[in-house]
Structure formats: structure tokens, C-alpha cells
């Protein structure tokens, strides 16, 4: 595993900031712009994804958040708060249940639920099907990249990480739509796809071993990760705080950032001395 690239604003108290799979440190700006003038501020771009370098492993879960505890050593960090988004939410919960001493706080948008993405039972399983087959994993993930870059995906995306009235001259819509149809960004989202499983939250997670002070959030229009998900998972984690946020979507701390940030600074302000 190669050095994450990173963006560092701020001093204070440590905040680390993980995106979503497709997604880069930038989603966080709105954030960032704010709490630096309290915490040092450090967003990293996962491995495959933003100014990192591409993953040397299959990136599974267990994978990423080696990437993120290498990072941490690199930091000299022994405490800190991680705020993560999907899959990032997903490797902040894993690295939390592995460390929970160092981790003070965990601020979570719309955790990945793994295998779940796919609402039916069918789709489950031909996935599964899909990834036990290395010749049909090759020829479907070709046909997937050639599509990825496909006018009706162009059309599709990045307004369906957005809510219900998404703002296509933002500066975030714009870098989303710039970004998806690099090679970089089509190969990573395709490679997280295939290992999607392994960020299934029931196969890591145990209700018992979470200790730590959790804030989830989740849109209520989100269109990646529906919100019936984010109650069940609010159910199985049960967090001292479970925030939905009205219109939003998978990028609800960008289009809803003035009542996250408060609701942030509040559950900051509680538990981080």
C-alpha cells in the first residue's frame, strides 16, 4: 500500500475525513472551511480515488482501512475523530472497532451497506455468482467500464449522488462530473463494485464492541443508499444520534452543510475536550 494524498487545514483537535467510493477529499470543503478554525483538518483521498495512487490489492474493506491505519502512523496520531461518508463511513466504523481507545468520536454519513446496495435477494446473488467467475468478472467489468462511459451514464451521474433538486453549477456537481469519466475513476468504481461484499456491515460489526460516541447522518433522498437502509443500520449501531436530513443525498454535507456543520460542532463541542 502506497501514501494516501491528503489536504491538512486548521490546528487543533484531530478530524480525519474519508469520502465515499467515487469520491475525493473535496466533498468535505464545506466542512473543512469551517471546523479548521478549531481541529486540524486532514481529508485523504482513498487508494484509486482523487491524487492517490491505485490500490496494489483487491480493495476490500479489511484493505482500506489498513490503508487509513498506515496513514495514522504516518501522522504520529494517537487521537482523533474520524467523519466518514459511505465506504468511508464504513472503513471509519471498522478502523473504531479495532481501535477504540485513539478514536474519540465518529460522525457518519450513509454508511455502505455492503452486499445490500442491492435491494433484491436476485441481485445478490447473481453478484455473488458474478465474482466467484473470473472469466465472467472480466468480460461483465469490461462491458461495465466501456458503459461507464456511456451518454445515458454521463446523464445519470453525478445527479444521482444529489437530492431532490440537485444544483448542477455547483462547484462539487461540476468536479463529479469531470472526474467519473476518467479511466482512473472508472476502473476504481468498478474494482469497488466487485468487492462490494466485503463492506457489508453485518459481516464486521457487533453492537457490543461499539463503545464510541457516534452521530450518523443520512439524506432523505438519497438515491445511492435509500433511507430504509439508514434506519436499519441506525438500529443495529444505535448511535447516540441519528440526524436525516431534509432533500439530501448522498452528498448531504455539501447541499445541507450549515446544519450539519452545527449539528458537527455541537457533538464536537460534547465529547472532545
Partial sequence: MSSLHFLQKGTGPVLIFIHNGGGFHQIWEKQIDQLSTRYTCLAIDLEGFGKSPDPLEEPTLEYHEKCL??????????????IGNCI????ALLHTLKNPDKVKSLILFNICPGIRIYETPLARFLHKKLILSDLLKDLIGGFIVK??????ER???????????PDEN???F????EVYQTDKQKKSRLLLLQNIESFTTENYFKA???KTPTLLFWGDHNKIVDLKEGVR??????????CVLENAGHMAMYENADEVNEKIENFLAKHIS
Avoid: C, H, T, W
Wanted: charged share 30%.
Fill in 208 to 210: 457490543k464492541l461499539l
Fill in 155 to 165: 446523464k445519470r451521474l453525478p445527479a444521482l449522488l444529489f437530492g431532490k433538486d
Fill in 233 to 242: 443500520l441506525k438500529n443495529l449501531l444505535k448511535p447516540e444520534s441519528f
Fill in 69 to 82: 491505519s498506515k496513514f495514522i502512523e504516518e501522522q504520529n496520531l494517537n487521537s482523533y475523530v474520524l
Fill in 88 to 91: 468511508g463511513s464504513s472503513i
Fill in 170 to 172: 455547483s462547484d462539487l
Fill in 147 to 152: 458503459a461507464m462511459g456511456g451518454r445515458r
Fill in 174 to 177: 461540476k468536479k463529479f462530473k
